[in-house]
């Protein structure tokens, strides 16, 4: 009977020992997450974990409470030096160290498995558990909530698709990460350079190699400029010339006149609000001397966004950035 009575109070030692480790190992706010997402579990633990201070408080009361009571119990069938190291044996290995190990590991699991146990011990010790809480709670005010900054964010991102047990996978991980840091950029990080745009003048009369030239770029959208490119006085919409007859008249009385001009330090954030409350889809990018810098559409900061580019059967470079660039070094070279 000794033995039972022994191994029932290292048991509940074990269990308040581990449950204090595992129930407070988890966060908070992500147990209200899953809680709120259908997590079973995470809905009983959570119902205990909300109230911090009553729940440690239940938790430490009761094993104090056990591992004195075991210890008393051993000195009464030991003699007292013995028990005593008897006591502290089994108390640091099955009560302590033991059970912490695995409640840390499975603290969700095991936690939602004993919120039972745990409320008929809440209830038995509130009388004892909840003046000292309620000295917490307002001594210390709310558990402070865990908020991760951008670029954590992005690291548990990373860390989640190069995990087997996470359903996230590589194109999701772009995304997410691209949707996270494309505010920090800004229009002059993804701006097709100047030295790449493709226009054409105010007063370009449209005949049919023009126009042919025009579809083959594959662009939906021109600039239109009068005199030179630092005057952009319109934008000419491709379908325009399949709805209207073009022959004869020139590009400055078919372009719309709707051009808006975006500074090149603008946040892509910025910028992607602006086009859709504009409803347009190519702006002209000016610095601040008001130079032509080159041109930017919503579809770069798409780009931006998922992480990659996209390509049509018209592009004939992945990066015009780097397209100009490299023109600009081959430039240089010849000078040289």
């Given amino acids: ?54 729940l440690l408080c239940t938790l430490l009361i009761g094993n104090v409470a056990v591992n004195s009571a075991l210890a008393i119990f051993l000195g009464n069938i030991a003699p007292g030096i013995v028990a005593g190291i008897i006591a502290t044996g089994l108390i ?17 699991t095991l936690g939602a498995r004993l919120t039972w146990l745990v409320k008929i011990f809440t209830f038995i010790l509130y009388p004892i558990s909840w003046p000292i809480a309620w000295v917490l709670d307002k001594g210390l005010g709310e558990e402070i909530a865990t908020i991760y900054s951008r670029h954590e964010l992005i690291k548990i991102i990373e860390d989640h698709e190069d995990s087997n047990e996470s359903d996230i996978d590589v194109d999701e991980e772009l995304i997410i990460k691209g949707a996270l840091s494309y505010s920090n950029k800004v229009v002059d990080d993804i701006l097709t350079p100047r030295t790449e745009v493709f226009s054409l003048a105010y007063d370009q009369k449209l005949t049919g190699n023009i126009v042919k030239n025009i579809f083959e770029t594959g662009h939906s959208r021109v600039p239109v400029y009068k005199e030179n490119l630092d005057n952009i006085v319109g934008i000419l919409y491709i379908k325009d010339l399949l709805a209207k007859n073009y022959k004869g008249k020139k590009v400055g009385s078919i372009a719309r006149k709707n051009v808006i001009f975006v500074d090149s330090q603008k946040p892509l954030d910025d910028l992607l609000n602006a086009f859709k409350t ?19 559409t919503i579809e770069d900061v798409l780009e931006e966004i998922i992480g990659s580019e996209i390509i049509d059967e018209y592009d004939q470079f992945e990066n015009l950035q780097e397209e100009a660039e490299n023109k600009i070094k081959k430039k240089k070279r010849k000078k040289l």
Wanted: hydrophobic content about 50%; charged content about 20%; overall charge positive.
């Fill in 1 to 54: 009977m000794s033995y039972i009575f022994v191994v029932l109070l290292l048991s509940l030692s074990a269990i308040f020992s581990g449950l204090t480790l595992g129930f407070f190992s988890l966060n908070k706010e992500d147990l209200e997450r899953k809680a709120e997402l259908g997590n079973k579990d995470a809905q009983k633990v959570y119902s205990l974990r909300k109230r911090g201070n009553l």
């Fill in 92 to 108: 640091v290995i099955f009560g302590e160290i033991i059970p912490q190990a695995v409640f840390s590991r499975y603290a969700l």
């Fill in 278 to 296: 504009s409803r347009n889809h190519l702006f002209v990018v000016a610095d601040k001397h008001g130079v032509m810098s080159g041109i930017v």
